[in-house]
C-alpha cells in the first residue's frame, strides 16, 4: 500500500481516546477473510460510502462481499463530528456554474439535500438510534465583516435549495443560546441533523449482513489484478475473485490500489475534542444552551455542537502530520481554541480528543463514478470534510449506476478526479495553504 501519511495516520493511536466508542455496548468483530471467495461485487472500505453501496446492491439481490483493512466505521465514518448535512464540494457556487452550467449545478445542490433525507431514510428504515439532534445548521461569523457574507449565502441557499434561512444579529444571539464573545451574527440554514457517526456507520454495517452481505473485517486488501473477466483481490489470509470492484476507502486510500488513484485525492486531518457532561449551571454561566450544530466562518473552521447528554463536541481542522508531537500540538490548539469560545468553560475537562483523514480533490469536486482504465471498477471519494451525508449518498449512486436503478448522479460528481500537480508530494501544498488560509483568517 502506497500511502501519504506517517504510518501513526493508520495506525490505531489517532483515536484511541475517541468519544464514540463508550457510547455503544458492544461493536461486532467481524472475521477476517480465510481462502477463496466468489463474488459478484466486491466493496472495499467499510465506511459510509462502502456500505450504503453494499447494502444498495445486496438488497438488489447482488453476491456482496465487503473487505475492510480494520472493522467497520474505523475510518472516518466512525470518528467524525456527526455532522449530517449540506455539503461535498468545496468549490463555490460561482465555480460550479461557470464549469457545469446551471441545470448541472442546481442538479448537484438538489443531490447535497437529497444526501441528508437519504441518511435521515436509513436511520428510519433500519431502526438505527444514532442521538440526533439540531434543526438545520448554524454558520457563527467570527468577525463583523463576516455577516455580509452570511447574507450571500441566505440568498444562495434560497436559490438553490428553496429555503429560507434566518439572520439572528449579535444582539440576539445570546436569547438564542449562542453566547460566546467570539461571534458576531449567526445563519441557520433549516437542512440537516446531528448524528452519533460511530452508531449510523454499525447500524449500516448490521444492515449489510442483514441484507445477505459478507463483511470481511481485518482484511486489507493488498494487491489487485486480474483474473479473466474478474478483478483478483488479495489480501493477507485469502483471495476474492468478483466481476464489480469498487473501491470506498476516501482519505485512507492508497495511491496503488488502483493506481489509478495515484496524485488524486489530499487526505488531510480533521480532530475533535469532547468535554464531559456540563452541569446546566455550567451552560447557564457561559450562555450557550443551543443545542444546534453550529460551525464558524474561518477557511480552517471549528465545528461544534452541544450533545444530547450535555457535553459539547468541538472540531477543528488542521495538522500537517501525524506524529506524536503533531497529535500533542494540535490537541493544546483545540484546547486553547475552546476556552477562547467558551471562557466560562476553561475549568471543564476535556478528556477525549482524536484525530482522522477525509480526502480533498484538485478541483475541489467529489467523484462517483467509474475508476478510468479498470473495466468494471468504480469509486466515489474527496467529499471535502462533508462525507456524512454526501459519502453515503455517494455509495447509494454508485450502487444505481452499476444497476442502472436508483437516482441519477448529477454531472459535477461525474466529471473526474484531476491529479495534483506535484504528485506524490501533494502533502507539500498543506503548509501552504494553512499558511494562506490562516492569514485569510485573520481578525
Ligand atoms: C475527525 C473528522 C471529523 C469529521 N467530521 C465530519 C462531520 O461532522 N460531517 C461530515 O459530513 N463529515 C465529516 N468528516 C468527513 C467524513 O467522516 C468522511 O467524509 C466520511 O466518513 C468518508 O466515508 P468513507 O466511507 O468514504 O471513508 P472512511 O470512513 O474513511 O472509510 C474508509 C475505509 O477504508 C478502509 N480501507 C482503506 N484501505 C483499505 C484497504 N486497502 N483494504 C481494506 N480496507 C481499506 C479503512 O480502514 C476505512 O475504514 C470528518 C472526518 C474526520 C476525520
Same mark, same amino acid.
Given at each position: 500500500?502506497?500511502?501519504?501519511?506517517?504510518?501513526? #495516520?493508520?495506525?490505531?493511536?489517532?483515536?484511541?481516546?475517541?468519544?464514540?466508542?463508550?457510547? !455503544?455496548?458492544?461493536?461486532?468483530?467481524? #472475521?477476517?477473510?480465510?481462502?477463496?471467495?466468489?463474488?459478484?461485487?466486491?466493496?472495499?472500505?467499510?465506511?459510509?460510502?462502502?456500505?450504503?453501496?453494499?447494502?444498495?446492491? /445486496? %438488497?438488489?439481490?447482488?453476491?456482496?462481499?465487503?473487505?475492510?483493512?480494520?472493522?467497520?466505521?474505523?475510518?472516518?465514518?466512525?470518528?467524525?463530528?456527526?455532522?449530517?448535512?449540506?455539503?461535498?464540494?468545496?468549490?463555490?457556487?460561482?465555480?460550479?456554474?461557470?464549469?457545469?452550467?446551471?441545470? /448541472?449545478?442546481?442538479?448537484?445542490?438538489?443531490?447535497?439535500?437529497?444526501?441528508? *433525507?437519504?441518511?435521515?431514510?436509513? =436511520?428510519?428504515?433500519?431502526?438505527?438510534?444514532?442521538?440526533?439532534?439540531? %434543526?438545520?445548521?448554524?454558520?457563527?461569523?467570527?468577525?463583523?465583516?463576516?455577516?455580509?457574507?452570511?447574507?450571500?449565502?441566505?440568498?444562495?441557499?434560497?436559490?438553490?435549495?428553496?429555503?429560507? $434561512?434566518? !439572520?439572528?444579529?449579535?444582539?440576539?444571539? #445570546?436569547?438564542?443560546?449562542?453566547?460566546?464573545?467570539?461571534?458576531?451574527?449567526?445563519? +441557520?440554514?433549516?437542512?440537516?441533523?446531528?448524528?452519533?457517526?460511530?452508531?449510523?456507520?454499525?447500524?449500516?454495517?448490521?444492515?449489510?449482513?442483514?441484507?445477505?452481505?459478507? =463483511?470481511?473485517?481485518?482484511?486489507?486488501?493488498?494487491? @489487485?489484478?486480474?483474473?479473466?473477466?474478474?478483478?483478483?483481490?488479495?489480501?493477507?489470509?485469502?483471495?476474492?475473485?468478483?466481476?464489480?470492484?469498487?473501491?470506498?476507502?476516501?482519505?485512507?486510500?492508497?495511491? *496503488?490500489? &488502483?493506481?489509478?488513484?495515484?496524485?488524486?485525492?489530499?487526505?488531510?486531518?480533521?480532530?475533535?475534542?469532547?468535554?464531559?457532561?456540563?452541569?446546566?449551571?455550567?451552560?447557564?454561566?457561559?450562555?450557550? +444552551?443551543?443545542?444546534?450544530? $453550529?460551525?464558524?466562518?474561518?477557511?480552517?473552521?471549528?465545528?461544534?455542537?452541544?450533545? &444530547?447528554?450535555?457535553?459539547?463536541?468541538?472540531? @477543528?481542522?488542521?495538522?500537517?502530520?501525524?506524529? &506524536?508531537?503533531?497529535?500533542?500540538? +494540535?490537541? #493544546?490548539?483545540?484546547?486553547?481554541?475552546?476556552?477562547?469560545?467558551?471562557?466560562?468553560?476553561?475549568?471543564?475537562?476535556?478528556?477525549?480528543?482524536?484525530?482522522? =483523514? @477525509?480526502?480533498? /480533490?484538485? *478541483?475541489?469536486?467529489?467523484?462517483?463514478?467509474?475508476?478510468?482504465?479498470?473495466?468494471?471498477?468504480?469509486?466515489? =471519494?474527496?467529499?471535502?470534510?462533508?462525507? !456524512?451525508?454526501?459519502?453515503?449518498?455517494?455509495?447509494?449512486?454508485?450502487?444505481?449506476?452499476?444497476?442502472?436503478?436508483?437516482?441519477?448522479?448529477?454531472?459535477?460528481?461525474?466529471?473526474?478526479?484531476?491529479?495534483?500537480? @506535484?504528485?506524490?508530494?501533494?502533502?507539500?501544498?498543506?503548509?501552504?495553504?494553512?499558511?494562506?488560509?490562516?492569514?485569510?483568517?485573520?481578525?
Amino acid at each position: 500500500m502506497r500511502r501519504l501519511y506517517e504510518p501513526m #495516520a493508520y495506525g490505531a493511536a489517532p483515536i484511541a481516546d475517541s468519544f464514540w466508542p463508550t457510547t !455503544v455496548h458492544a461493536i461486532a468483530d467481524h #472475521a477476517p477473510l480465510q481462502g477463496e471467495v466468489s463474488a459478484e461485487v466486491a466493496v472495499v472500505g467499510a465506511g459510509y460510502t462502502g456500505l450504503n453501496a453494499a447494502l444498495a446492491l /445486496a %438488497e438488489a439481490g447482488r453476491n456482496v462481499v465487503v473487505l475492510e483493512a480494520e472493522q467497520p466505521g474505523w475510518g472516518a465514518s466512525g470518528r467524525n463530528g456527526g455532522f449530517c448535512c449540506l455539503g461535498g464540494a468545496k468549490a463555490p457556487a460561482s465555480a460550479l456554474m461557470s464549469r457545469f452550467g446551471a441545470v /448541472a449545478t442546481r442538479d448537484y445542490y438538489q443531490t447535497e439535500r437529497a444526501a441528508v *433525507d437519504h441518511v435521515a431514510a436509513l =436511520l428510519d428504515r433500519y431502526g438505527i438510534g444514532a442521538d440526533t439532534h439540531s %434543526e438545520g445548521e448554524t454558520l457563527l461569523a467570527f468577525r463583523p465583516k463576516d455577516i455580509k457574507g452570511l447574507q450571500d449565502l441566505a440568498e444562495e441557499m434560497q436559490r438553490f435549495h428553496q429555503v429560507k $434561512c434566518e !439572520v439572528v444579529a449579535k444582539p440576539a444571539l #445570546a436569547e438564542r443560546g449562542f453566547a460566546s464573545p467570539e461571534f458576531h451574527g449567526a445563519l +441557520t440554514t433549516p437542512i440537516g441533523f446531528a448524528l452519533n457517526p460511530l452508531k449510523y456507520v454499525l447500524g449500516l454495517a448490521r444492515a449489510v449482513c442483514a441484507a445477505g452481505g459478507r =463483511l470481511f473485517g481485518g482484511t486489507p486488501l493488498i494487491a @489487485l489484478s486480474r483474473d479473466g473477466d474478474r478483478h483478483l483481490l488479495t489480501t493477507p489470509g485469502g483471495q476474492v475473485r468478483a466481476k464489480v470492484l469498487i473501491v470506498a476507502t476516501n482519505g485512507y486510500s492508497s495511491d *496503488d490500489l &488502483p493506481g489509478w488513484l495515484a496524485g488524486r485525492y489530499l487526505p488531510v486531518q480533521s480532530n475533535v475534542l469532547v468535554t464531559r457532561p456540563l452541569t446546566e449551571d455550567e451552560l447557564i454561566a457561559q450562555g450557550w +444552551t443551543s443545542r444546534q450544530m $453550529c460551525y464558524d466562518t474561518r477557511h480552517l473552521l471549528h465545528y461544534f455542537r452541544l450533545m &444530547p447528554d450535555n457535553r459539547m463536541l468541538f472540531g @477543528l481542522r488542521g495538522a500537517m502530520k501525524t506524529t &506524536p508531537a503533531a497529535h500533542a500540538e +494540535t490537541r #493544546a490548539r483545540a484546547r486553547a481554541d475552546f476556552e477562547r469560545i467558551f471562557p466560562e468553560w476553561r475549568h471543564v475537562e476535556t478528556p477525549f480528543f482524536w484525530s482522522g =483523514l @477525509l480526502a480533498l /480533490a484538485r *478541483d475541489l469536486v467529489p467523484y462517483t463514478g467509474p475508476v478510468p482504465g479498470l473495466e468494471n471498477a468504480w469509486t466515489a =471519494l474527496c467529499y471535502h470534510g462533508n462525507g !456524512v451525508a454526501m459519502g453515503s449518498y455517494a455509495g447509494r449512486l454508485l450502487a444505481a449506476q452499476i444497476t442502472g436503478q436508483g437516482p441519477d448522479t448529477p454531472a459535477p460528481l461525474r466529471a473526474g478526479l484531476r491529479r495534483f500537480e @506535484l504528485g506524490r508530494w501533494r502533502r507539500a501544498l498543506l503548509p501552504l495553504a494553512y499558511t494562506w488560509y490562516g492569514l485569510q483568517d485573520r481578525g
